[in-house]
């Protein structure tokens, strides 16, 4: 029996102290829950809740517990939602505003943060509602019954309350924000507002409203910034997708932030830009922001116009580099002397296409290979090649970052290097008043001394030399030593041609010059003139400009190509013909048929002759213009009376004395003498080109056998 009641009495005093432990431990456990943070937030939200009316408030009545949104809480309710952080204390939204809110991936998902007002009236009406939210841009929600609710925030929230908010000349918004490269904009009801991320400039509609924000400093931390840059490329729905932990630094003085499917990388002097999967993969290969030389991005990754499968991206280094992608070939980088000779020819969208490999070195040369073909430049004589040669003439005059000098073109094997340099035309006037002067002397020497008839012995007359000259064997065989340097042949004063070769000259159309021969031709041991290239000027075959995707010539201007030209006899003393530089406007003493040579001078010339025609003196024709008598015609050679007559009586080819890209007023076409080529105002590279010469017109460009550039 006593161990009964002891046994009875040990159970009850264990009851005890587990009553008196649960008791205890519920006291001391109470005071935690209450502290918690969610035990806080829910606590605040009832309250907010109880003070806007309870079950009669908008919200209605409460749905659920407190749970995890992001950095805060929320709780529903039957009309909408109640949110909590430490920093914004409970706010709620309600309505359309709630619905775009969580349409934007509300507190965790979009770059918004939470509320920082309860959701009030607007200023557009009664109608009109309004919330604010907590991201360093300042974004509000502004909705109306007319239009919807809009986000507005950072530079057009800023713009926007300084022209009188939703009571203002703009009104309520009208849609949210949308991207072009650097400008934003965004529709309101009573206009619009655009801003310029670089430059830091606002644009409106109507325009007047731009002056009163002038000096509106817009502030954009880093995180602002990055956000944009992530809204830009589509937010949450687009190629980047959801963001990923928190920012870091990188490279010095710039911040990252990982998403899904890229990055977004901000630095001050580039502000932020996303690069995706491909390009994304290529630059951080070759060491990122932090480890490679291409520095940070400077714009979002786009489209890079040859097709859905085609992405660029640009970035901050001195030689203007780029990463360009296409899922044929990959990823490859594109800078300094090839993207300059790559955008010269037109990007991705010309004749080159895309990259297909990384830049090479070998030694001076650097050269690049794209789909349509390869580019080569040389460092120590900063000249470019290319494949097709064909065209490395668009390429000529093309700056190179880091080199002074100006680049030249490397032409195809046939060619000849030719690059107009301007301090040639000094020079070239100060040769042509030396040549004029010492002509002038010549002739005066030679009148005094035929007039004296001081004519000593002369070397032994050289039939065949004389005879392939165009010269007649004199009637005596001797001329005299003395004067042998100033002598022509045995004409008459005054008459410098014999009278078989004026004959001649008049039986051919006007203004050709014919090789005088001798009856056999060449003399043996002497160079057949026609067979010599005596061209100095690089001409673009009519097949070279086909080849390079320029539109096919008339047949009378493909016959102007590199066997087109040749200089004209050059006395074997001098060096020049000296008898045919004269003073102009003034006709030579003694000389009656000058004035009839100036005449028949043609008014089609090549190229080359141009130069001449312009400078003063007369043209070095060359094989522009019809053989001797016993051989055949040039085909397609023209014929003095196609070419175009003066205009007003001025001349029809200018010199750039001036400035060499503004055009002389009636002379708008650019001819190259270099390359024999001529521009319209409407061709794409006219305002690239140095124009050597300025033409009338179209027709007297061809007919001086210049080839239209495109």
Do not use: C
């Not at 209450?34 to 003070?51: C, N, R, T, V």
């Not at 002369?458 to 009637?475: F, S, V």
């Not at 539109?551 to 074997?572: K, M, R």
């Not at 312009?614 to 060359?622: K, V, Y």
Request: charged share 20%; aromatic share 8%; glycine share 12%.
């Amino acid at each position: 029996m006593n161990g009964q009641r002891g046994r009875m009495r040990k159970l009850v005093g264990r009851a005890l102290v587990g009553m008196a432990v649960t008791v205890l431990a519920a006291a001391l456990l109470a005071p935690s829950v209450s502290a918690s943070p969610i035990g806080d937030a829910e606590a605040a939200m009832m309250a907010a809740w109880e003070k806007a009316g309870g079950d009669t408030s908008p919200l209605g009545a409460r749905k659920g517990d407190v749970y995890p949104a992001g950095d805060g809480f929320a709780l529903d309710f039957d009309g909408g939602k109640m949110f909590y952080t430490t920093e914004t204390g409970a706010r709620f939204v309600y309505g359309p505003i709630l619905d775009k809110y969580e349409a934007l991936g509300g507190p965790v998902g979009s770059d918004l943060g939470f509320p920082t007002i309860n959701e009030v009236p607007g200023l557009a009406g009664p109608d009109s509602r309004v919330a604010t939210f907590s991201a360093s841009d300042k974004p509000v929600i502004f909705w109306t019954p007319d239009h919807g609710a809009f986000v507005v925030r950072g530079a057009m929230n800023a713009a926007w309350d300084k022209l009188g908010s939703s009571g203002g000349v703009l009104g309520a918004p009208a849609g949210d924000e949308t991207y072009n490269g650097e400008v934003t904009s965004q529709k309101f009801s009573g206009g619009e507002i655009s801003w310029n991320r670089k430059t830091k400039e606002f644009a409106t509609n109507p325009a007047p409203l731009a002056d009163q924000l002038k000096g509106l400093q817009v502030a954009i931390d880093p995180a602002a910034a990055i956000n944009m840059a992530w809204r830009a490329a589509g937010g949450a729905t687009g190629p980047l997708g959801a963001k990923q932990g928190a920012t870091y630094p990188i490279g010095g003085d710039g911040i990252a932030q990982n998403f899904a499917g890229g990055k977004v990388f901000f630095s001050p002097a580039t502000g932020a830009n996303a690069l995706e999967s491909d390009i994304l993969a290529k630059y951080e290969s070759l060491g990122g922001a932090a480890g490679s030389d291409l520095g940070f991005p400077t714009a979002n990754e786009s489209d890079g116009g040859i097709g859905p499968s085609s992405r660029i991206a640009t970035f901050a280094a001195a030689d203007k580099p780029v990463i360009f992608w296409t899922a044929e070939h990959g990823a490859f980088v594109v800078r300094g002397a090839m993207k300059a000779a790559w955008d010269k020819l037109r990007g991705p969208g010309g004749k080159l296409g895309a990259p297909v490999g990384d830049q090479a070195v070998d030694g001076d040369v650097v050269s690049q290979q794209f789909t349509g073909g390869k580019i080569s430049w040389n460092r120590a004589k900063n000249s470019f090649a290319t494949e097709p040669s064909n065209l490395a003439p668009l390429l000529s005059g093309l700056q190179v970052s880091g080199q002074n000098q100006p680049s030249t073109a490397a032409m195809p094997s046939h060619g000849k290097k030719f690059s107009w340099q301007r301090w040639w035309l000094p020079a070239a006037i100060a040769v042509l008043v030396l040549v004029l002067l010492s002509a002038l002397l010549t002739f005066g020497l030679r009148r005094r001394r035929a007039r004296r008839g001081d004519i000593a012995a002369a070397p032994a007359y050289q039939p065949e030399r004389d005879a392939l000259a165009g010269y007649e064997a004199p009637a005596d065989a001797h001329w005299g030593h003395d004067d042998a340097e100033f002598t022509t042949d045995h004409f008459a004063a005054g008459d410098v041609h014999p009278a078989e070769e004026q004959a001649a000259a008049e039986a051919e159309p006007a203004g050709r010059v014919s090789w005088s021969r001798g009856p056999e031709g060449p003399v043996a041991g002497e160079e057949d003139p026609d067979a010599v290239d005596t061209d100095s000027i690089p001409v673009v075959s009519a097949a070279a400009l086909s080849d390079a995707g320029y539109p096919e010539i008339a047949d009378e201007d493909a016959t102007y190509g590199d066997a087109a030209y040749e200089d004209a006899l050059y006395d074997d003393d001098t060096g020049y013909e000296q008898a045919r530089y004269e003073e102009p406007g003034y006709e030579q003493a003694g000389h009656p048929d000058a004035a009839e040579a100036d005449a028949e001078l043609p008014e089609t010339v090549g190229p080359e002759a141009a130069e001449a025609l312009a400078l003063g003196g007369e043209s070095r024709i060359g094989r522009h213009h019809a053989a001797a008598d016993d051989e055949e015609e040039l085909p397609g050679a023209p014929e003095a009376a196609d070419a175009a007559p003066a205009v007003g009586g001025r001349p029809t080819i200018r010199l750039p004395l001036d400035d060499p890209y503004q055009a002389p007023d009636g002379y708008p076409i650019k001819a190259s003498a270099s390359f024999g080529l001529y521009y319209t105002p409407e061709s794409p590279l006219y305002h690239d080109t140095l124009a050597e010469f300025w033409l009338s017109s179209e027709e007297v460009a061809q007919a001086n056998g210049f080839v239209k550039a495109d």
